[in-house]
């Protein structure tokens, strides 16, 4: 047994940056790959990035491609998602979920939110205008 969280979130301008942190506490992240979801008010749950167990591959939904990085430090068993010029259109809680896939199946597979086995709490990020 263990438990995830998300922290890092907040309020912040357009244009401004977070740093989400995904930590645990009992699993090895390392030998999960991990992902990033977010829900926002009255919405779907979507996906928005994806990292292997080394971090030798990720993914991002268009939306987030070239604002957001995902990375893990897996000494530290923290997976990160950097979000870079926020829009207020990235106003979401942000939930970081992990998948026991022994193998990292490309990209495009990890999107959706069935491939993941444990979810951790998620962190409000909210982007004014």
């Known amino acids: 047994s263990g438990s995830a969280a998300g922290v890092g979130g907040g309020l912040v301008e357009a244009g401004g940056s977070l740093r989400l942190s995904c930590a645990a506490s009992?699993?090895?992240?390392?030998?999960?790959?991990m992902g990033w979801f977010r829900q926002a008010p009255g919405k779907e749950r979507e996906f928005v990035a994806a990292i292997s167990r080394r971090g030798v591959s990720t993914d991002y939904a268009d939306s987030v491609k070239g604002r957001f990085t995902i990375s893990r430090d897996n000494a530290k068993n923290t997976v990160y998602l950097q979000m870079n010029s926020l829009k207020p259109e990235d106003t979401a809680v942000y939930s970081c979920?992990?998948?026991?896939?022994?193998?990292?199946?490309?990209?495009?597979?990890?999107?959706?939110?069935?491939?993941?086995?444990?979810w951790g709490q998620g962190t409000l990020v909210t982007v004014s205008s």
């Open positions: 979920a992990a998948s026991d896939d022994i193998h990292y199946y490309g990209s495009g597979y990890y999107r959706v939110s069935d491939r993941y086995d444990y």
């Open positions: 009992g699993p090895t992240l390392s030998s999960y790959v």
